[in-house]
């Protein structure tokens, strides 16, 4: 029994996990945490949590936080531990070095989708104002990039259209290429709740997901699809409505751009689209295809949730398009119970994008090259700003391949784990003659960093956190940072040191600043998200208290755009050498590369990542549960422990990224969203064979 003993203080904060955003008082005793109590008034989770947000904490105190700033002349040096302004002025005096030698565009740097969006603000602030360039980039680059381009491609604006609440309205689920019971348990759940009620459930998946089949819960249809042919199906489910004429005509000519419309039509309805000649190649019977796409039209109220089984592939903005394209020629957009909602990954990873971590748009979504919105924050920050957009991540480590990319400031991420093909990646690292990382953790990264900069966890500063819904929620301060700074006070010091003069004392200086640039921020402010508890963007003069459910009286483009949606095959196809299709994921326990779970008690129920593999597969093989396998692709190779499972379909396997041991990211290969760069995780071709371990 271990004795926690009472709180003596405590504060209402947001999750630091995942995207639902999930609201906590955390209590308090001193500087140690006694427990995190889920928020009955939390907007988002009305008083639910799962096992990360409730129970995975421990990191924030665990022994292996970085609390002194270190820097080494070579990445093959020991670190050696320097005083804040040591380090800092060492960082600013490399990045100052590069530029002169290189040239303004040889330094860049990516934000974090953990921080907070003021933290994230600041960061792009630095490289467009302090280095000069446009070299920001974010984690949504490997995650929902797609979605952004896709959703403001049709609709014309990069986010969800629906609250979470919404689907209490919802009579069909349609979920694409997400498993939200293990990814974000607390949507999970509340959909269940929904489909417990009577909803019907379509999903589509290469994996029976637990949502498939569950207790009082049975998918009216699963569409087991082969890896990479997403667009083929939702193209072809379009098909089926467009055929049997399950079109809404009234929704489409009212609210849509009619003569694209019918161009899209006509391209639907073209044979080589119709379910059984899709077939062929996505695996999925044409009946259950066409099942599926009646339901979806005439179900009454029909909402999409889908996540990076969408996004991270070779195709992920055109599937997005075809999401879109099937919400508008069914209608279902504009009310509760309806929409089209990609399940973002991390807790701030809306908050990321939308705060101008994209090396083409200022906050806001506004294009670099836009002489009105650049002269408005020339204004503001008082310099020059690049009308050329910048480097995306994987072009960062192409450039510093190739020897024109030497300096790079990293928040928050461990893109050393979390970005495919590591090979590249470590290629691009280790040709930087200046890495500052700056991190909770001496995480895979920093094995390449030159300057390490202490991280503060979500516990230890104030700031907001942007969910999937738009929702715009306070984080706040319960305990000191433990190495003295917050993120956004360390980045403040690192822009001074580069000749900014800023002066921020407080995150919510921030925020004002980012209401004063930014128009669908227009009327957020701190004392607003303390009266109110949350808000939904946008929130200006239009929509004072926000928006919950977006395009109700028309799209923020104006008409709707239907793409035309081809299916083009990924070059990474099965063949003699590699004839299985990996593809991979979440669990409920883990959070994406581990940094915090595995420092945490959740560690336990997940200690290392395993490949799923069905039962023939495997017998053809012979491998038994538990073996050791070694997993090969074209680009790498690792070893992990075989999990034989009919979870998966016959020649597709599954497997984790959790565990930096377990190196999936070493078999993932560079192709990429044709669109955004997006990587493309989920389909990587490879081979399994028996091995006698790593
Ligand atoms: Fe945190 Fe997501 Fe779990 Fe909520 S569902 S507690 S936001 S990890």
Same mark, same amino acid.
């Given at each position: 029994?271990?004795?926690?003993?009472?709180?003596?203080?405590?504060?209402?904060?947001?999750?630091?996990?995942?995207?639902?955003?999930?609201?906590?008082?955390?209590?308090?005793?001193?500087?140690?945490?006694?427990?995190?109590?889920?928020?009955?008034?939390?907007?988002?989770?009305?008083?639910?949590?799962?096992?990360?947000?409730?129970?995975?904490?421990?990191?924030a105190l665990h022994r292996d936080r970085v609390t002194s700033p270190m820097i080494r002349?070579?990445?093959?040096?020991?670190?050696?531990?320097? /005083?804040?302004?040591?380090?800092?002025?060492?960082?600013?005096?490399?990045?100052?070095?590069?530029?002169?030698?290189?040239?303004?565009?040889?330094?860049?740097?990516?934000?974090?989708?953990?921080?907070?969006?003021?933290?994230?603000?600041?960061? %792009?602030?630095?490289?467009?104002?302090?280095?000069?360039?446009?070299?920001?980039?974010?984690?949504?680059?490997?995650?929902?990039?797609?979605? #952004?381009?896709?959703?403001?491609?049709?609709?014309?604006?990069?986010?969800?259209?629906?609250?979470?609440?919404?689907?209490?309205?919802?009579?069909?689920?349609?979920?694409?290429?997400?498993?939200?019971?293990?990814?974000?348990?607390?949507?999970?759940?509340?959909?269940?709740?929904?489909?417990?009620?009577?909803?019907?459930?379509?999903?589509?998946? =290469?994996?029976?997901?637990?949502?498939?089949?569950?207790?009082?819960?049975?998918?009216?249809?699963?569409?087991?699809?082969?890896?990479?042919?997403?667009?083929?199906?939702?193209?072809?489910?379009?098909?089926?409505?467009?055929?049997?004429?399950?079109?809404?005509?009234?929704?489409?000519?009212?609210?849509?751009?009619?003569?694209?419309?019918?161009?899209?039509?006509?391209?639907?309805?073209?044979?080589?689209?119709?379910?059984?000649?899709?077939?062929?190649?996505?695996?999925?019977?044409?009946?259950?295809?066409?099942?599926?796409?009646?339901?979806?039209?005439?179900?009454?109220?029909?909402?999409?949730?889908?996540?990076?089984?969408?996004?991270?592939?070779?195709?992920?903005?055109?599937?997005?398009?075809?999401?879109?394209?099937?919400?508008?020629?069914?209608?279902?957009?504009?009310?509760?119970?309806?929409?089209?909602?990609?399940?973002?990954?991390?807790?701030?990873?809306?908050?990321?994008?939308?705060?101008?971590? @994209?090396?083409? *748009?200022?906050?806001?979504?506004?294009?670099?090259?836009?002489?009105?919105?650049?002269?408005?924050?020339?204004?503001?920050?008082?310099?020059?700003?690049?009308?050329?957009?910048?480097?995306?991540?994987p072009n960062m480590f192409d450039a510093a391949v190739d020897g024109v990319f030497k300096?790079?400031?990293?928040?928050?991420?461990?893109?050393?784990?979390?970005?495919?093909?590591?090979?590249?990646? /470590?290629?691009?690292?280790?040709?930087?003659?200046?890495?500052?990382?700056?991190?909770?953790?001496?995480?895979?990264?920093?094995?390449?960093?030159?300057?390490?900069?202490?991280?503060?966890? @979500?516990?230890?500063?104030?700031?907001? @956190?942007?969910?999937?819904?738009?929702?715009?929620?306070?984080?706040?301060?319960?305990?000191?940072?433990?190495?003295?700074?917050?993120?956004?006070?360390?980045? %403040?010091?690192?822009?001074?040191?580069?000749?900014?003069?800023?002066?921020?004392?407080?995150?919510?200086?921030?925020?004002? *600043?980012?209401?004063?640039?930014?128009?669908?921020?227009?009327?957020?402010?701190?004392?607003?998200?303390?009266?109110?508890?949350?808000? %939904?963007?946008?929130?200006?003069?239009?929509?004072?208290?926000?928006?919950?459910?977006?395009?109700?009286?028309?799209?923020?483009?104006?008409?709707?755009?239907?793409?035309?949606?081809?299916?083009?095959?990924?070059?990474?196809?099965?063949?003699?050498?590699? =004839?299985?299709?990996?593809?991979?994921?979440?669990?409920?326990?883990?959070?994406?590369? #581990?940094?915090?779970?595995?420092?945490?008690?959740? /560690?336990?129920?997940?200690?290392?990542?395993?490949?799923?593999?069905?039962?023939?597969?495997?017998?053809?093989?012979?491998?038994?549960?538990?073996?050791?396998?070694?997993? %090969? /692709?074209?680009?790498?190779?690792?070893?992990?422990?075989?999990?034989?499972?009919?979870?998966?379909?016959?020649?597709?396997?599954?497997?984790?990224?959790?565990?930096?041991?377990?190196?999936?990211?070493?078999?993932?290969?560079?192709?990429?969203?044709?669109?955004?760069?997006?990587?493309?995780?989920?389909?990587?071709?490879?081979?399994?064979?028996?091995?006698?371990?790593?």
């Amino acid at each position: 029994v271990v004795e926690i003993g009472q709180p003596e203080h405590s504060a209402v904060t947001t999750c630091a996990y995942c995207g639902v955003g999930c609201t906590f008082k955390a209590e308090m005793r001193g500087e140690e945490i006694v427990r995190m109590v889920p928020w009955k008034d939390g907007k988002a989770n009305h008083g639910h949590s799962c096992i990360k947000g409730r129970f995975a904490y421990g990191y924030a105190l665990h022994r292996d936080r970085v609390t002194s700033p270190m820097i080494r002349e070579k990445i093959t040096d020991p670190w050696r531990e320097v /005083s804040w302004e040591e380090a800092i002025s060492h960082a600013a005096s490399e990045f100052k070095r590069i530029q002169a030698k290189y040239g303004r565009l040889a330094v860049g740097g990516i934000t974090s989708s953990r921080c907070t969006s003021e933290e994230t603000f600041l960061v %792009q602030k630095l490289i467009r104002s302090g280095f000069g360039n446009n070299n920001v980039d974010t984690c949504a680059r490997v995650c929902h990039s797609p979605t #952004g381009y896709g959703l403001s491609q049709a609709f014309g604006t990069s986010a969800g259209t629906q609250d979470f609440d919404s689907v209490a309205e919802a009579d069909v689920v349609l979920i694409i290429g997400c498993n939200p019971t293990d990814a974000h348990p607390v949507v999970g759940a509340q959909i269940k709740r929904r489909l417990r009620e009577g909803a019907k459930l379509i999903v589509v998946d =290469p994996r029976r997901t637990e949502l498939v089949r569950s207790p009082h819960i049975e998918a009216a249809f699963h569409l087991p699809l082969r890896p990479g042919t997403n667009v083929a199906i939702v193209t072809a489910l379009a098909h089926v409505i467009v055929k049997e004429g399950l079109v809404n005509v009234a929704f489409v000519r009212e609210r849509c751009d009619f003569d694209e419309y019918l161009e899209w039509a006509a391209f639907v309805a073209e044979e080589r689209n119709s379910p059984e000649q899709i077939e062929k190649f996505t695996g999925v019977p044409a009946h259950l295809v066409r099942g599926a796409a009646r339901l979806y039209a005439t179900g009454g109220n029909a909402t999409i949730y889908y996540g990076l089984g969408v996004t991270e592939h070779s195709q992920g903005s055109t599937t997005v398009m075809a999401i879109a394209n099937l919400a508008m020629a069914t209608g279902n957009l504009g009310r509760r119970g309806v929409g089209v909602n990609p399940l973002r990954g991390q807790n701030n990873v809306q908050g990321s994008c939308d705060m101008g971590s @994209f090396p083409h *748009e200022f906050p806001g979504y506004r294009h670099v090259s836009d002489d009105n919105v650049r002269e408005l924050f020339e204004e503001a920050w008082g310099v020059p700003l690049d009308g050329e957009p910048g480097l995306r991540i994987p072009n960062m480590f192409d450039a510093a391949v190739d020897g024109v990319f030497k300096g790079m400031y990293v928040q928050g991420e461990d893109i050393l784990q979390s970005d495919p093909d590591i090979k590249h990646v /470590s290629a691009g690292l280790g040709a930087l003659e200046c890495l500052v990382v700056q991190d909770l953790f001496l995480n895979e990264t920093a094995n390449y960093a030159h300057v390490l900069l202490p991280g503060a966890s @979500f516990l230890e500063k104030d700031g907001v @956190f942007i969910n999937a819904e738009r929702r715009i929620q306070r984080v706040r301060r319960v305990m000191s940072p433990k190495a003295g700074y917050a993120d956004w006070e360390v980045t %403040q010091l690192l822009a001074n040191a580069l000749g900014c003069n800023w002066t921020y004392t407080h995150p919510s200086q921030i925020m004002d *600043e980012i209401a004063r640039l930014t128009p669908t921020f227009k009327g957020v402010s701190y004392e607003k998200l303390e009266r109110d508890g949350s808000v %939904q963007w946008p929130c200006n003069d239009a929509t004072p208290e926000g928006m919950p459910i977006m395009h109700i009286d028309g799209f923020a483009r104006g008409k709707g755009k239907f793409v035309i949606t081809e299916y083009v095959p990924t070059e990474e196809r099965a063949g003699p050498r590699f =004839p299985l299709l990996l593809t991979t994921g979440r669990i409920l326990s883990q959070y994406n590369v #581990g940094a915090q779970t595995r420092r945490t008690e959740n /560690s336990q129920w997940h200690p290392e990542d395993v490949l799923e593999i069905h039962p023939h597969d495997a017998e053809v093989r012979g491998v038994r549960e538990g073996d050791w396998v070694r997993v %090969q /692709s074209r680009a790498g190779e690792t070893t992990l422990h075989a999990k034989i499972t009919d979870r998966v379909a016959p020649s597709v396997v599954y497997t984790t990224f959790h565990h930096p041991l377990c190196q999936t990211n070493v078999v993932t290969t560079d192709n990429s969203d044709w669109a955004t760069n997006c990587p493309e995780y989920k389909v990587t071709a490879v081979q399994v064979s028996p091995s006698n371990g790593p």
